[in-house]
């Protein structure tokens, strides 16, 4: 049943608008048509429009590139069982699974002994290391991250969270010298922040770490989109991904790293193709090593292939300009917000680190849920609000603001397939409700902020 509770009006009083100055048009990278986004259609607004969806939640999500959804149509076809299956195409279907597990492996620069092992998401891909740790291992996490680096570890020691890159490597080589080397030890830090954007030192984490014998996780969710990741060149044991935040959504994502826990741990889940052998005795299992030890049940294919497709396309000649690409976007995207009277950023370090197109912030006096559901309605513009599944941070970040806000704040994240013109967008409309509030009314309906009478739904 549907709950509505008026809970913000247009709000004359706020804070005027500092307009900022056109800003030089970006660099284009070469362009490459598998690395082009699938375009949306447009999207209705309240006052009977459709306008282009300016899609600022790639952090969450991304759209799938050329490369992802072409995989899935040529394959489809061909779509058959693998790994037991006899026939022709059974093979075939083997054979781009088992490359999609090699593409993958190349866009990560992994070692020759890593395993490659397909997951859902890079929730799945942290519960899974999680039960595959040696008896007695201690994590090391920071306050910081994403709720899937925090719940899947059983009494993880919880850093506090770091005011910069070097209180960073600081604080895990304080816990590292108290942990010593009698038990195993796995750091798991993200790469970049899904609230801030903010890039970890993982390289120097890496080297710390390896000083006193422990393992790195490598909380890739927020970075692979963004910066190339060489598990090789940065030192890192393990790393998790998620293809749908990688211009893949079509399930799979990936734990890739050493294989000697993976292969002695109990596998993930218990089932046909992970064994090597059941006996008549329900204890008389001998299970496979490998990746197979950990992909009981039929595999999706589909989603390798889309995700071993974008990371083929994604390879190494690409990501120069694509992360200038980002960076113009990026730094556009802040200036035009720091413009903006009564917009306050979120951040966990100092102005000038290091950082993906992804920015946190609040605008003072206007509720973020409201806030988000103006731009969707009256702008066409998609971000994300709340505590980004990563509640003590951004509490924290909320905390440290000092605006006058409600608890939750506003995400706005790039990707391949933002524009300029998108971003002048969002900085417009953001400055237009700070200083003039919403244009209509806003009610929670159904836990989520929209107009009141929203004729959308008609359109
Ligand atoms: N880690 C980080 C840094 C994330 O941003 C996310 C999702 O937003 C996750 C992990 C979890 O990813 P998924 O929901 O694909 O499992």
């Known amino acids: 049943m549907s709950t509505s509770t008026l809970i913000n009006r247009p709000n004359p009083t706020l804070p005027v608008v500092r307009r900022e100055a056109a800003l030089a048009p970006l660099r284009r990278p070469r362009r490459d048509r598998r690395l082009e986004v699938i375009e949306a259609p ?27 959804a072409d995989a899935v149509a040529e394959l489809l076809p061909r779509y058959t069982a693998v790994h037991r299956g006899a026939g022709w195409l059974s093979r075939e279907c083997t054979r781009s699974y088992e490359r999609a597990r090699a593409q993958v492996a190349r866009f990560l620069g992994c070692r020759p002994d890593d395993h490659v092992v397909f ?3 890079t929730t799945e891909s942290m519960n899974l290391l999680a039960g595959a ?3 007695g291992t201690r994590v090391v996490v920071f306050d910081s991250e994403h709720h899937a680096n925090l719940l899947p570890w059983r009494e993880p020691i919880r850093l506090p969270i770091p005011d910069s890159p070097a209180t960073a490597v600081r604080s895990i080589v304080a816990a590292l010298e108290v942990l010593g080397r009698d038990k195993p030890v796995l750091v798991a830090i993200t790469g970049a922040s899904n609230v801030t954007g ?3 030192p993982v390289a120097e984490i890496c080297v710390a770490a390896r000083r006193f014998g422990a393992r790195v996780l490598l909380d890739a969710a927020q970075l692979a989109p963004h910066r190339p990741v060489d598990i090789a060149a ?3 044991d393990y790393v998790a991904f998620s293809g749908h935040k990688l211009y893949a959504p079509f399930g799979a994502g990936v734990l ?17 193709g992970a064994t090597a052998e059941v006996g008549d005795a329900t204890c008389d299992i001998a299970w496979k090593r490998g990746p197979a030890r950990h992909e009981a049940g039929s595999p999706n294919v589909l989603g390798a292939v889309a995700l071993g497709a974008v990371c083929e396309a994604l390879n190494g000649e690409v990501w120069e300009a694509l992360v200038a690409r980002e960076e113009a976007l990026r730094e556009r995207l802040a200036r035009g917000l720091a413009g903006i ?13 290091a950082s993906v197109g992804t920015v946190a912030f609040v605008i003072e006096g206007l509720n973020s849920g409201v806030a988000a559901a103006a731009l969707s309605a009256e702008y066409g513009i998609g971000v994300r609000d709340g505590l980004f599944c990563a509640h003590p941070l951004t509490r924290r970040l909320l905390l440290d603001s000092r605006a006058n806000v409600d608890g939750q704040a506003l995400r706005a994240s790039v990707g391949l397939g933002t524009t300029t013109a998108d971003v002048d967008r969002l900085v417009e409309a953001v400055a237009r409700l700070a200083a003039d509030g919403p244009a209509v009314e806003y009610a929670v309906v159904d836990g989520r902020h929209a107009p009141v009478d929203d004729p959308r739904e008609s359109y």
Do not use: C, I, M, Q
Not at 43 to 51: E, F, N, S, W, Y
Not at 341 to 353: E, M, Q, T
């Open 119 to 121: 997951t859902r998401h």
């Open 234 to 236: 940065l030192g890192v």
């Open 198 to 200: 903010e890039l970890f």
């Open 133 to 135: 740790l040696p008896e």
């Open 256 to 272: 890739a790293g050493r294989g000697d826990w993976l292969d002695a741990a109990a596998p993930h889940l218990s089932g046909g």
């Open 341 to 353: 009277d009564g917009v306050a950023r979120l951040r966990l370090f100092s102005p000038g680190a």
């Open 42 to 68: 447009d999207v209705p607004l309240v006052d009977g429009r459709r306008v282009r969806y300016a899609n600022f939640d790639y952090a969450a999500s991304a759209p799938a590139v050329r490369a992802a």
